[in-house]
C-alpha cells in the first residue's frame, strides 16, 4: 500500500452514496466579552457530505469555515441549527472523527513513532505489539522512513504536517478533518503533500473534510467543494467536481472551475 | 617577514588561555592570598582561619572521628529531599489544577500573593508554636518556602498547553486521567525546569535556616551553629563551605542533567 499507485482510479461516491454529516441552518454567534459586541460567525450554513465524498470547505480567511469543521469534531457548538453525523446530533469529540491543524500540533517530547502511536494508545484498543506495528506501518506510508526516532523539533514543516497526518490515519477515523493543513508550508512542499494526500485519500475507507483558502487546492483534492461567503458565513455554492484525476496540471476545464470559484471567493469579498 | 603579526600570536595565545580559566585563576589567587595574608601573620584574628586550616576541618569532619560532618550532611540532605519533592507534588498539583480552572486561580490567587513576599524564616517561630522544635518544622519550612515557585511554573506551563493540543487528545477519545499523564503533564513540565531549580534554591536555604533556628538532631546549620559556640572556627568554615558545594553540585549538576534528558534531547531548549 504505498502512496501514488491508485491516484488514477479513484472510486467515485457519486450522489448514491449516503449522507453522512447533515448541517441544517447552522448559526454560530460568539456573545459578547470583553465589551465587543457580539459576533456572528456562521449566519445561514446548511450542507450535507455523502459518504467517502472528498470535501472542502473553501472560503476566504476567517470566514467561519474553520469553525464549522470545529462543530463537527464536536469542539464547539453551533448556537442554532443542527448538526448531525449518522442522522445523530453530535456530543462532542469522539475517535470517529480525527482532526489535523495548520500549526501540527505535535508532542514535543514524543518522538515522531511515538507521536504517531499516541491515538492508538489512547484508544484502549490495541497491544503495545499491535501499536508498535501500526504506527511503524503510517511511518512508512507517510514517507517518513528513518525519522521513526526523531523528535519533531529536527524536522521540517512539511515533515512535521506528515507526522500529524499519519497520527491521525492510524487510528482509522471515520471521518478525516483537515483545517487549513498546508498553509503554512512552503509552495513545493504543499505541492507534494497535495499529491500524497490525494493518493491517500483515495484508497482510504475514509470521508475527508478539508478547511482552505486556496482554490488551487481545492480544485485538486476535492469531490465537491462548499463555497463559504465572508463572515458570517453562508454557502455561496456547492460545486461537484467530477474532472478526472490527477488534476496536477490544468486543462481547459479546470482553469474555467478555478476562474468560477476565484470570482465566487472575489464577489463575497466585495460584499 | 612581518613582526607586525608574529608578535601577537603568543599574546592571543596567552589571552584564550587567560579567557578559558579565569574562573578557575580567579579563585585560587582568591584562596592564594587568603593563605598568605593569615599564614603570613599579617592577619590576626582568631575567626579567620587559613583556608589550608579549612581544607583540614572539612577532612577531620567527613572522615575522622565521629565524622560529624558527613552524617550532618546526610541529616540535611534528607530533610530537603523530603521538603522538596513534597513542595514539588504539592506546588505542582496546585498549578496544574489552578491553570485548567482559571477559577480556582483566582480563589488560589491572595494566598499566593500574600506568600510571595513571605521569608521563609519568619515562618520557623509560628511553626515551633504549633509543632515544638522537631523535624517536622524544618522539613514544613523548606515546603513552604519551595512549593510557591514551583506552583508559579506549573501555572504558567499548563495555561501554555495550546487547545488544539488538548483537541487532538479528545478526538482520540483520551479519559481524563491519560490527558492528566501524557499531555499535561508533561506539557507543563516542559516549562518547568526554571522554577524547579529556583525551587530547590529556596529548599536548600530554608533547610539550612531552619536547621540554625530550631537546632534538633544533626544538620549542617547545627554543626555550623555549634562549632561557633565552641569556636571550633575550622569546623565552622567547613559547614559554610560544605553548603555552598552541595548548592553548587545541584544547581550545575542536577539540573543541567535533568534538562539533558528532557527539554534538550526534546529540541526544545534554547
Known amino acids: ?271 | 617577514m612581518t613582526p607586525t603579526i608574529a608578535a601577537p600570536q603568543w599574546r592571543d595565545r596567552l589571552r584564550d588561555t587567560l579567557t578559558r580559566y579565569s574562573s578557575l585563576l580567579v579563585t585560587l589567587a582568591f584562596v592564594g592570598l587568603w593563605q598568605l595574608v593569615v599564614g603570613a601573620g599579617l592577619l590576626h584574628n582568631p575567626a579567620v582561619p587559613a583556608p589550608s586550616a579549612v581544607l583540614a576541618g572539612l577532612y577531620r569532619g567527613l572522615l575522622e572521628g565521629q565524622h560529624v560532618l558527613f552524617f550532618a550532611t546526610l541529616d540535611t540532605l534528607g530533610r530537603l529531599t523530603l521538603g522538596y519533592a513534597v513542595a514539588v507534588l504539592g506546588g505542582a498539583t496546585l498549578g496544574i489544577l489552578a491553570g485548567r480552572h482559571p477559577d480556582f486561580a483566582s480563589a488560589l490567587n491572595p494566598i499566593v500573593a500574600l506568600w510571595i513576599p513571605l521569608p521563609a524564616i519568619v515562618t520557623i517561630p509560628v511553626l515551633s508554636l504549633w509543632l515544638g522544635s522537631g523535624e517536622a518544622v524544618t522539613v514544613l519550612t523548606v515546603i513552604f518556602s519551595a512549593w510557591i515557585p514551583i506552583y508559579l511554573g506549573a501555572l504558567q506551563g499548563t495555561r501554555s498547553i495550546s487547545v488544539q493540543q488538548l483537541w487532538v487528545m479528545r478526538a482520540y477519545g483520551a479519559s481524563r486521567w491519560s490527558e492528566l499523564r501524557k499531555v499535561i503533564v508533561p506539557g507543563a513540565f516542559v516549562h518547568m525546569i526554571p522554577s524547579l531549580r529556583v525551587g530547590m534554591g529556596y529548599a536548600w536555604r530554608a533547610v539550612i535556616a531552619a536547621e540554625i533556628i530550631v537546632e534538633h538532631g544533626r544538620g549542617i546549620g547545627i554543626t555550623i551553629f555549634a562549632a561557633r559556640q565552641f569556636f571550633d572556627v575550622a569546623t565552622m568554615y567547613a559547614g559554610v563551605l560544605m553548603i555552598a558545594l552541595l548548592g553548587l553540585a545541584l544547581d550545575h549538576l542536577v539540573f543541567p542533567a535533568l534538562e539533558r534528558v528532557t527539554i534538550k534531547r526534546w529540541g526544545l531548549a534554547t
Not at chain 1, 100 to 109: G, K, S
Not at chain 1, 245 to 253: L, S, V
Open chain 1, 1 to 271: 500500500m504505498s502512496a501514488g499507485t491508485m491516484e488514477h482510479e479513484v472510486q467515485r461516491p457519486g450522489a448514491a452514496a449516503p449522507k453522512v454529516v447533515e448541517a441544517r441552518h447552522l448559526r454560530k454567534v460568539y456573545p459578547e466579552a470583553h465589551g465587543q459586541p457580539p459576533v456572528v460567525a456562521i449566519d445561514d450554513v446548511s450542507f450535507e457530505v455523502r459518504r467517502r465524498e472528498f470535501t472542502v470547505f473553501l472560503g476566504p480567511s476567517g470566514c467561519g469555515k474553520s469553525t464549522t469543521l470545529h462543530m463537527i469534531g464536536g469542539f464547539e457548538r453551533q448556537s442554532e441549527g443542527s448538526l448531525l453525523v449518522h442522522g445523530q446530533p453530535i456530543r462532542g469529540p469522539g475517535p470517529d472523527r480525527g482532526i489535523v491543524f495548520q500549526d501540527f500540533v505535535l508532542f514535543p517530547w514524543r518522538t515522531v513513532l511515538a507521536n504517531i502511536a499516541f491515538g492508538l494508545e489512547m484508544m484502549k484498543r490495541y497491544t503495545r505489539a499491535e501499536i508498535a506495528e501500526r504506527a511503524h506501518h503510517y511511518v512508512e506510508h507517510l514517507g517518513l522512513g528513518g525519522f521513526a526516532n526523531a523528535y519533531p523539533s529536527t524536522l521540517s514543516g512539511g515533515m512535521k504536517q506528515r507526522v500529524a497526518i499519519a497520527r491521525t490515519l492510524a487510528t482509522q477515523p471515520e471521518f478525516m478533518l483537515m483545517d487549513e493543513p498546508f498553509a503554512a508550508l512552503d509552495a513545493q512542499t504543499r505541492d507534494r503533500l497535495i499529491a500524497d494526500l490525494a493518493a491517500i485519500a483515495s484508497e482510504q475507507n475514509t470521508t475527508f473534510l478539508f478547511v482552505t483558502h486556496d482554490v488551487r487546492e481545492a480544485i485538486r483534492l476535492a469531490d465537491r467543494v462548499l463555497v463559504f461567503s465572508p463572515r458570517p458565513a453562508r454557502i455561496v455554492e456547492s460545486i461537484e467536481v467530477t474532472l478526472p484525476r490527477p488534476r496536477d496540471a490544468y486543462g481547459a476545464e479546470l482553469l474555467e472551475l478555478d476562474r468560477h470559484m476565484r470570482s465566487l471567493i472575489g464577489k463575497g469579498a466585495e460584499g
